[in-house]
Antibody
Framework: VQLVESGGALAQPGGSLRLSCAASGFTFTNDAMAWVRQAPGKGLEWVSSISGGDGRKNYADSLTGRFTVSRDNSKNTLYLQMNSLRAEDTAVYYC??????????????????WGQGTLVTVSS | SYVLTQPPSVSVAPGKTAKITCGGNYIGSRSVHWYRQRPGQAPMLVIYYDSDRPSGIPERFSGSNSGNTATLTISRVEAGDEADYYCQVWDGSSDHHYVFGTGTKVTVL
């Protein structure tokens, strides 16, 4: 499994960026994917996820509708469109493959594989 | 939203045992997963479903979960275990959220 993020850059407050994550080594279409970010010197924060089958999307409440996750299964690529960027969005953004364990009680889902991350800096 | 609390730091001598706790309300009723993040690197899964190890993770890593506390135990600690460790659960009560703990820095003395 390989996940390679790109698209991180320096952006102005209020600006936009699109991150990409190229996936290989597994059947991308079938698997849920996610974005997780880490601000400098801080902990991990889940940003968004998208399912493999119906493409259902979920977002962290704190994003207030500014980010949009999508996927192109024909290109094995995950995207994160980031609009109205703020200084507090400055972070390393990781792409991750989710894995859901079946046949067990409750919902058991975790981040099975991670990319190396791409740095987004929001500053004037 | 669901909150997971970890001690900021744990120090341990080589060859000894490190225990990293993850506190949450009735966390024992949820499945807990653990990640290791070495300096400058991406996180990596070390324990899933409370106590299972992915392939390639040594048996020195083990996990438990009961009541209000989940624990990651690292036996026979090595210098390479020095890293930040995060617990994680899925929070179905708040619209499909994945919650991470606050993180614990393990220092090998």
């Amino acid at each position: 499994v390989q996940l390679v993020e790109s698209g991180g850059a320096l952006a102005q407050p209020g600006g936009s960026l699109r991150l990409s994550c190229a996936a290989s080594g597994f059947t991308f279409t079938n698997d849920a994917m996610a974005w997780v970010r880490q601000a400098p010197g801080k902990g991990l924060e889940w940003v968004s996820s998208i399912s493999g089958g119906d493409g259902r999307k979920n977002y962290a409440d704190s994003l207030t509708g500014r980010f949009t996750v999508s996927r192109d299964n024909s290109k094995n690529t995950l995207y994160l469109q980031m609009n109205s960027l703020r200084a507090e969005d400055t972070a390393v953004y990781y792409c991750a493959k989710l894995f859901r364990l079946r046949g067990v009680p409750g919902r058991v889902e975790f981040f099975q594989h991670w990319g190396q991350g791409t740095l987004v800096t929001v500053s004037s | 939203s669901y909150v997971l609390t970890q001690p900021p730091s744990v120090s341990v001598a080589p060859g000894k045992t490190a225990k990293i706790t993850c506190g949450g309300n009735y966390i024992g009723s949820r499945s807990v997963h653990w990640y290791r993040q070495r300096p400058g690197q991406a996180p990596m899964l070390v324990i899933y479903y409370d106590s299972d190890r992915p392939s390639g993770i040594p048996e020195r890593f083990s996990g438990s979960n009961s009541g209000n506390t989940a624990t990651l135990t690292i036996s026979r600690v090595e210098a390479g275990d020095e890293a930040d460790y995060y617990c994680q659960v899925w929070d179905g009560s708040s619209d499909h959220h994945y919650v991470f703990g606050t993180g614990t820095k393990v220092t090998v003395l």
